[in-house]
């Protein structure tokens, strides 16, 4: 099992920038690849960015692209998510996840979930 506990989360101006946290227990993460997710009431799961297992390859969403970056400390078994010139439909609750499995177009069908953390970006 993995825990996964996601922090940084909070109120900011469009325009400002955010880092979110993920920090897991239980289990190295190591061997998953890691993702962050947002979703909006009504609205799917959306993968906005992912990482593989050594940090090698990365997936953006075309909606964050440029203005996202997603990073792991495998050895912290932390990853990050540095969201700048944050637009009001950034606006969601963030979830990070881990997935045994790497895709290139995002996490599939990822196999444990944190509780999510909520980013409100106002005009």
């Known amino acids: 099992q993995v825990q996964l506990v996601e922090s940084g989360g909070g109120s900011v101006q469009a325009g400002g920038s955010l880092r979110l946290s993920c920090v897991a227990s239980?289990?190295?993460?190591?061997?998953?690849?890691m993702g962050w997710f947002r979703q909006v009431p009504g609205q799917e799961h959306e993968c906005v960015a992912a990482?593989?297992?050594?940090?090698?390859?990365?997936y953006y969403a075309v909606s964050v692209k440029g203005r996202f970056t997603i990073s792991r400390d495998n050895a912290e078994n932390t990853v990050f998510l540095q969201m700048t010139n944050l637009k009001t439909e950034d606006t969601a609750v963030y979830y990070c996840?881990?997935?045994?499995?790497?895709?290139?177009?995002?996490?599939?069908?990822?196999?444990?979930w944190g509780q999510g953390t909520q980013v409100t970006v106002s005009s």
């Open positions: 996840a881990a997935d045994r499995a790497w895709n290139s177009l995002g996490l599939r069908s990822p196999h444990y």
């Open positions: 990482i593989s297992w050594s940090g090698g390859s990365t």
């Open positions: 239980g289990r190295t993460i190591s061997s998953f690849a």
